[in-house]
DNA sequence: TTGCTTTACGAAACCGCTTTCGGTTAGCGT
DNA sequence: ACGCTAACCGAAAGCGGTTTCGTAAAGCAA
């Protein structure tokens, strides 16, 4: 174990050889002898050699490296997702000892900058971004530079890169047809500020499957609140002042629920059977909330490796668009979500706050 | 915006330089003339350039890079602090505009293996560990290569390198002095598996505060399982199973303890009258969890940056030694903890399971 | 033996940048 | 006018690898 790393030239020194050979050994060229390639990876791995990763990308013009921009952060309930993306990531570029480098910009000018210096720099070959909003400046700038990279989740006009994401739209719909099927006429969304095109695509879905199922989009209904679990709440207590409150409520993501469950549960009322509630992630805590939340779950855990393969084969100079995968997410039902039961509860807390 | 990285060659030729001067010149050598430092820097930022960093770091001999390995993952209810200690971790190397570099190992071995490259092949300048056993080959395996490093946690004996940690000890003679106030005479500790220093330190920490307050340890009490929400309804219907079960239980993580009171709630008792929970992490999402949850928080956004600020400070030369950390965990009451009621209900419930 | 491939390695250019070292020019004093 | 110092810039040697090209030795055929 010594400390200073060995380089290719002392190798080739011990080895009476030229670094040019030594490195055509270890690299598996043809023209060097067997006998003297099994001595040279002998060697190598006694003096515990390891190429300087600086040396060699500078050579191959390449820097096998991919860059993971974090998704700037709400403060909120911090963001389970990214240890599981990071991990997928991780893997898919294990594949080819790829490098994954992460960045945390503070504002967005900050991003912009990171991701043209990242990329110009020469210090990634690939960006992964997430969390598109509807005009994302960042899409822009990738092409620009014709840098590859893939972005987890995806824009209105989505047909020229490379993207994954999971159905918002389809979401929506399957879990306002489940409320309908329950019994619920008067269902509400509670959405993040719709910059975001996971928040429009969630509303489209909600908006759609009220009107396929043949009642009108209440505009009072929507409520678009801050990304965060406190935004949830202050949302549902908008709802619940409503003139005629709603007997659900469908929520753009699982933590945006959890605050929606506080709300209701502070009035009194019982999520699941006095007003239904349904969230979208499919986050394992929500086993543990008060109560277990019903919600739209997606496959997590897939999401990192699909994504880093899909950069690499795009590095590899596939067409993006050839890779756009969407994924469904399915209903998780727990506790939340109930038939529309006597709806006297909250009907008669609402009209009681009227008469006040 | 040019696709092709514009190198200083280029940048050299288009002002009719040689690169040696515009180098000097864009990196503020005092032989420039000031007004020929004007000409290049303009040209330069007009032509975009950016310093290859893959040759720059070559050149100085420094990769201006630390590695993160990420704690291999329990696949449990997702880690929540990775994002947030990469993000501390982002700021800190930011300043520097150094990079962070994450890892994702799948085995013991394999972890070795990463971090034996990544010094070796001179990708990074430091790293940070987390979650150190109570002997951790990293720990050896580091100094043994000479690379600085900080880990986030520590080992029994801590004395010769950085760490930054939370004292686990005290926090659990917090909980349990705490417990004992409000009249607990029986409380449990579930725990992680001791070959985590941070288990045994929290364990420890439970240990001495019982003895403190003149009670004995019952060995009955103390439950080791699967560092999970899973692990900790195990342990937590373990503790039920005993003839005398426990009126309080100290959890060694927010996860187990929500494991806790699901055990709990399963057989109809109330977490925080009839038994009495504390966590440990102050996990934000405790606020949402039934009953939400006492817990011994802990500075979260700090360690991240911390961590980094060591970590720059050591490779700058520092002694790791004068880098170590303790933090201390504050209590965080919210509905889990309660005095000790009339005991009747859960004896009667053990009572009534051993007629049965 | 000669001549011609192979085989196996050495030599050297190159990747893009940093940094030391020299040397030319300008500016100053005398 | 001369010499001397400062100011500025060019030249070149690395950093540690990769890869092309050339060539000596070895093999084979005639």
Redesign the interface.
Known sequence: ?S?K?ISLKILAAHLDLTVGTVSRALNGYADISPVTRKRVKRAADEL????????R??SIGN?ETVGYL?PR?SS?????????L??GL??AL?KRSW??????PNSSKDEMAHI??M?????VGGLVISRPLKNDPRIRLLQ???CPFVVHGRTASCADYAWYDVDGDDAFVTAVNHLVSLGHSRTAFIGAPLQHQFAQDRLNGYRSAVQENGLVVDEDLIQIADFS?DGGEVATNMLLDLPVPPTAIVCVSDTMA?GA??AIRSRGLLPGVDISVIGYDGL??G?????PLTTMAQP?AHAGRRLGDMLLAIIDGDDPSKHQELQRAHLLRRKTDGPLHNATVQTNVSIREEIL
């Open positions: 174990m400390a790393p515990g050699y390891r190429a300087n990763q600086n040396a990308r500078l820097p974090m952060v909120s309930i911090a963001q389970p997702f990214v240890a599981q990071l991990q991780g893997e294990s490098d994954l480098l992460v960045v945390q043209e210096r990329v110009r720099s020469g210090r620009d530079l014709k679990d959890l469950l506080a394992k805590f086993i543990h909330s008060n109560p997590q």
